[in-house]
């Protein structure tokens, strides 16, 4: 819900600073760099924090860091694979 409303005030600020740059306005460009900023960052923080895997696969070691996801409620196991270092958060 608040990404929702976040990204509404980002489109918003888009659609206003164009209107204002159109209208040769001079803040135009900061509030156009606010709404990218808001946009990209809210995107970007979608697409960099996944959702919880099931299971860790071959290859991952499962470490001694645990925690209960707020989203779901679930106890969640930090896996890592030695090779890469990449993490995964398997729900127990």
Known sequence: MLRGVVLAVG???LAAGLVMWALAIAPALILLAWAA???VGTVYERLRYKPLETGA???????????VDDA???TVTVHVQDGTGEHK????
């Open 11 to 13: 489109a918003a600020c």
């Open 37 to 39: 900023l808001i946009l």
């Open 57 to 67: 696969g071959p290859g991952w070691r499962a470490t001694p860091e645990r925690f």
């Open 72 to 74: 779901s409620g679930k």
């Open 89 to 92: 958060y398997v729900s127990d």
